[in-house]
C-alpha cells in the first residue's frame, strides 16, 4: 500500500473508493451509471458531467460501458471514486491492465489529486510505478506493518550501499581492498567485477590510484524500490516461488 | 481525447447534502430503471401482450359455436392477456435485481447505500410504480377492445358493469403484483435463470399439473395458487366452491409478495453480496 498526501485542507470529511472498476452494469452508459450512484448521496448532474471531464471520458460518456476497454472502465471506476469530491480517495491497483497511456494519465492524476489537497490511498503490486508517484509508503506483509516510511528511506533502509568496481587488475585490487568488516564479492561470469560492501567509492578510487591500477567503472549501487521490498517482505511472503538462481523475483507471486 | 486531464476541481458539494435518504435512493433507482434498454422493451413486451393477445382471444372464442369458455366472462374474456403479460413483467421484475448480480454492478450499488435495505426496497417501489400504470393503462385498453369485438356479437359489457372496474383493475393489480414477487425471487436467488424458472414453475407449471391430481386432493389448495387468484381477479367465474373472494385473494398474493421481500431483505442484510 502506498499513500500520496498533500496539505490537508478540514474540509472533505468522505473517502471515495475505488475498489473494482468492473462493478458496472454492462447495459447502462457511463454517465447514467454515474447518475444513479451519484442521486443516492444528492450529487448534482453537474458534477457527474464534471468527474467525467476529470478522466477524459467525455465522448463516450454516452455509450454502454458494456463496450468498454479495460483502461476506460478503469477511468470509469475513478470518475466514481471522485463523484463526492471526497478528501481521501481509495484507490486498489488503479494501473491494472491498462496501457503505457493510461499508466501515465493515472501517474498525472494522482499527483494532480494531491495537489489539490486530496489524500490519495493507492494499492498496488507494481513496484516501478509506486516508486514514481508515491511519496509515503505503507508496506503491509501477512497482516503484519512492515514499513511506513518515505519511499527514499524505505529504498536507503534496503540498500547495502555496495560499490562496483571494475577494473583489468581486479585480483590484486581486490587484496588491497581486503580488510575486517569488508565483503568482496566476484562472479566467475565476470571476473574483473568487484562488489566491495563496507568501502565508499571515494576510499576505493584513491586506493586504485595510490597503486596505478586502471579502474573503468567505480558505481554506487542504489537498490530500486522492488529490491528493497523483496529485501524487507523477505519473511513475509504467503507464496513464495521456489528459488531459481538469479530469477527476476514475480511481481505476481508476493501478497503484500 | 483520452489522456488528457481536466483540471481538478475543488468545488466542494456541500458536505451536508452528501447523504443517502429514502427519496434520493428512489430517484437513482429510476435512473437505473429507465436508463437500461431492457427495462423499456420488456414493458412494451407487456402491454403488447395485455392488448395484443385479449384482442386476439375474444375474437377466437367469441367465433368459436359455444361463444365463452365456461368459468369466463365477456370481462375476464377480454383481459386474458394479463395472463400472458405478467411472463414479461416477471422477467423484468427479475431482471431489474439479478442483472445488478451477474454485472456486478451490485457492489457499486450497495458502496453508494451501504445500509442496503433501502435499495431494495426502492427497486420495488419504481417496479411497483412504474408497472401499476402501464398495466392499468393496458388492461383498460384490451378491456374496450374486447368489449367492441364481443357486442358485435351482443355479448359485451360496459364499464359501468359491476364485476368490469374491479375486474380491469384487477388485472393491472394482479400483474403488478406477480412482478413483486418475480422481483422477490430474483433477490432472494441472485440467479437469473434460477428467478425465472421458479417464477414460470409456480405461475405458469404446477397450476396445469394440479389437474391431474385428484379434486378430493387439490380442493384443499388450488385457490391460494397465485394463478387461482388471478383467474378470479381478473373477473373469472369461479367453479371451484373454496375460490377465495377477489379482494382476499389479493391480500394473499400482496402477502406472497412481502413474505418473499421480506426473506430477500434478510438475505441481503445478512449475507455478503
Redo the contacts between chains.
Keep these: 500500500m502506498v499513500v500520496t498526501t498533500g496539505p490537508l485542507p478540514p474540509?472533505?470529511?468522505?473517502s471515495g473508493?475505488l475498489?473494482?472498476a468492473?462493478?458496472?452494469?454492462?447495459?447502462?452508459?457511463a454517465r447514467?451509471?454515474l447518475?444513479?450512484?451519484?442521486?443516492?448521496?444528492?450529487?448534482?448532474k453537474r458534477?457527474v458531467a464534471?468527474v467525467i471531464?476529470?478522466v477524459?471520458?467525455?465522448?463516450v460518456a454516452g455509450k454502454r460501458v458494456g463496450g468498454f476497454s479495460l483502461?476506460?472502465g478503469q477511468?470509469l471506476g475513478v470518475a466514481?471514486a471522485l463523484l463526492?469530491?471526497p478528501q481521501t480517495v481509495v484507490l486498489d491497483e488503479p494501473v491494472n491492465g491498462l496501457d503505457p497511456?493510461?499508466v501515465?494519465?493515472i501517474r498525472?492524476?494522482l499527483k494532480?489529486?494531491a495537489a489539490?489537497?486530496h489524500t490519495v490511498f493507492v494499492s498496488s503490486h507494481l513496484m516501478s510505478e509506486m516508486a514514481q508517484t508515491a511519496t509515503r509508503l505503507v508496506v503491509i506483509g501477512r497482516g503484519r506493518l512492515i514499513a511506513d516510511t518515505t519511499v527514499d528511506d524505505f529504498v536507503a533502509r534496503a540498500s547495502n550501499h555496495s560499490v562496483t568496481v571494475r577494473s583489468p587488475e581486479a585480483a590484486r585490487l581486490r587484496e588491497l581492498l581486503q580488510g575486517p568488516d569488508i565483503t568482496i564479492t566476484t562472479t566467475t561470469r565476470q571476473p574483473d567485477v568487484l562488489d566491495v560492501d563496507g568501502l565508499t567509492a571515494e576510499h576505493i578510487g584513491r586506493i586504485a590510484w595510490q597503486n596505478q591500477l586502471p579502474i573503468f567503472e567505480l558505481t554506487v549501487r542504489q537498490a530500486s524500490l522492488e529490491e528493497a521490498f523483496m529485501t524487507l517482505t523477505n519473511d513475509s511472503v504467503e507464496y513464495r516461488s521456489t528459488d531459481i538462481a538469479s530469477a527476476e523475483p514475480v511481481d505476481t507471486a508476493v501478497k503484500s | 481525447?483520452?489522456?488528457?486531464?481536466?483540471?481538478?476541481?475543488?468545488?466542494?458539494?456541500g458536505?451536508a447534502?452528501?447523504?443517502?435518504?429514502p427519496a434520493?435512493?428512489l430517484?437513482?433507482?429510476w435512473?437505473?430503471f429507465r436508463?437500461?434498454?431492457?427495462s423499456l422493451y420488456t414493458v412494451l413486451v407487456a402491454v403488447t401482450l395485455m392488448v395484443g393477445i385479449g384482442a386476439l382471444f375474444t375474437a377466437i372464442t367469441v367465433n368459436q359455436p359455444g361463444g365463452l369458455e365456461p368459468g369466463r366472462s365477456a370481462v375476464s374474456t377480454s383481459l386474458t392477456g394479463s395472463f400472458f403479460a405478467q411472463l414479461a413483467i416477471g422477467v423484468l421484475g427479475v431482471l431489474l435485481i439479478t442483472?445488478?448480480y451477474s454485472?456486478?454492478?451490485?457492489?457499486?450499488?450497495l458502496?453508494?447505500?451501504p445500509r442496503r435495505l433501502p435499495m431494495l426496497f426502492g427497486k420495488v417501489a419504481v417496479f411497483a410504480g412504474v408497472v401499476f400504470p402501464t398495466m392499468l393503462i393496458a388492461s383498460v385498453t384490451a378491456f374496450f377492445i374486447g368489449q367492441a369485438i364481443l357486442r358485435g356479437h351482443g355479448l359485451g359489457a360496459s364499464l359501468a358493469a359491476p364485476e368490469a372496474l374491479p375486474s380491469v383493475v384487477g388485472a393491472a393489480l394482479y400483474v403488478t403484483v406477480a412482478g413483486m414477487i418475480s422481483l422477490a425471487l430474483g433477490a432472494l436467488l441472485r440467479n437469473t435463470a434460477a428467478a425465472i424458472t421458479t417464477f414460470v414453475a409456480v405461475f405458469f407449471v404446477i397450476p396445469p399439473l394440479t389437474q391431474l391430481l385428484p379434486t378430493s386432493w387439490t380442493e384443499h389448495f388450488v385457490h391460494y395458487l397465485p394463478s387461482s387468484i388471478g383467474d378470479v381477479l381478473t373477473g373469472g367465474i369461479s367453479t371451484s366452491a373454496n375460490a377465495l373472494a377477489p379482494w382476499t385473494g389479493f391480500a394473499v398474493l400482496c402477502g406472497y409478495a412481502a413474505v418473499l421481500i421480506g426473506f430477500a431483505a434478510w438475505r441481503l442484510r445478512r449475507g455478503d453480496a
Design positions: 474540509r472533505w470529511p468522505n473508493v475498489l473494482e468492473k462493478a458496472v452494469h454492462t447495459g447502462r452508459s447514467n451509471h447518475l444513479t450512484l451519484a442521486q443516492t448521496n444528492g450529487i448534482s458534477r464534471e471531464d476529470i477524459g471520458l467525455h465522448e483502461g476506460m477511468r466514481s463526492g469530491n497511456e493510461g501515465r494519465w498525472i492524476m494532480d489529486l489539490a489537497g | 481525447m483520452i489522456g488528457t486531464l481536466a483540471p481538478i476541481s475543488t468545488t466542494v458539494e458536505r447534502r452528501l447523504r443517502v435518504t434520493r435512493v430517484l437513482s433507482e435512473t437505473k436508463s437500461l434498454r431492457s442483472g445488478e454485472t456486478g454492478m451490485i457492489r457499486s450499488s458502496t453508494v447505500v
